[in-house]
């Protein structure tokens, strides 16, 4: 049965920066097992936005347009971690962050983790 649970959020001023961390466990995070794996966040009220999307064949990753140059997704080398590192963060990226199996916003996901940024 395939896992994910994402951890690392907290609160930090505009500007700062926030490592999460999405750990797999079930599966292989090899592209057969696990196709990929994404990175969502939810504000209040509203639907979830995707941020990343990690392929399990070579781990490359791509990025929603609004945290380029900012986000970095990357995967580690036992494939069993999905880092999402954040810089310059902004009020606007406050939310629950959560990452899912095959980038769906609404399959297989574990617990979010609350990401609260301050101007």
């Known amino acids: 049965e395939v896992q994910l649970q994402a951890s690392g959020g907290g609160s930090v001023q505009a500007g700062g920066s926030l490592r999460l961390s999405c750990a797999l466990s079930?599966?292989?995070?090899?592209?057969?097992?696990?196709?990929?794996i994404g990175w969502f966040r939810q504000a209040p009220g509203k639907e979830p936005e995707g941020i990343s999307c990690?392929?399990?064949?070579?781990?490359?990753?791509t990025l929603v347009d609004s945290v380029k140059g900012r986000f970095t997704a990357t995967s580690d080398g036992a494939k069993t971690k999905v880092w999402l590192l954040m810089n310059r963060l902004k009020p606007e990226d406050t939310g629950v962050y959560y990452c899912?199996?095959?980038?769906?916003?609404?399959?297989?996901r574990g617990q979010g983790t609350l990401v609260t940024v301050s101007s």
């Open positions: 990690t392929s399990g064949v070579d781990g490359s990753s």
């Open positions: 899912s199996e095959n980038c769906n916003p609404y399959g297989t």
């Open positions: 079930g599966a292989a995070f090899d592209g057969y097992d696990v196709y990929a």
